[in-house]
Nanobody
């Protein structure tokens, strides 16, 4: 059973940066990514990366966030720059083995794929 453990969350001021990590217990599936859920809101996809390195981003984070992975370490990353108060949310790592690898699909794919416990990111003004 694949296990995912996120880390790197915390509090940061607007304009700051944070790097999230997601350590997988074994070689990962064909698509990995991040989605987030703010308090009282629906989950939203953030970024996805396929086995070929193809990435996709939500418009709200494009040019600010970068998703990457280190296959040798079985670790997924999310570099978040120019953080905004609106980025405050619980961030979840997702791994899925079937379906298209697109950011907007991640929240739904998390229902039948693998998901970590999440790491909280809080951005203050």
């Amino acid at each position: 059973q694949l296990q995912l453990v996120e880390s790197g969350g915390g509090s940061v001021q607007a304009g700051g940066s944070r790097r999230l990590s997601c350590k997988a217990s074994m070689s990962t599936l064909h698509c990995m990514g991040w989605f987030r859920q703010a308090a009282g809101k629906e989950p939203e996809g953030v970024a996805a990366i396929g086995t070929d390195g193809t990435t996709s981003y939500a418009d709200s984070v494009k040019d600010r966030f970068t998703i990457s992975k280190d296959n040798a370490k079985n670790t997924l990353y999310l570099q978040m720059n120019s953080l905004q108060v609106e980025d405050t949310a619980m961030y979840y790592c997702v791994a899925v083995g079937v379906g298209s690898c697109k950011w907007w699909l991640l929240p739904a794919q998390a229902e039948y794929g693998y998901r970590g416990q999440g790491t909280q990111v809080s951005v203050s003004s």
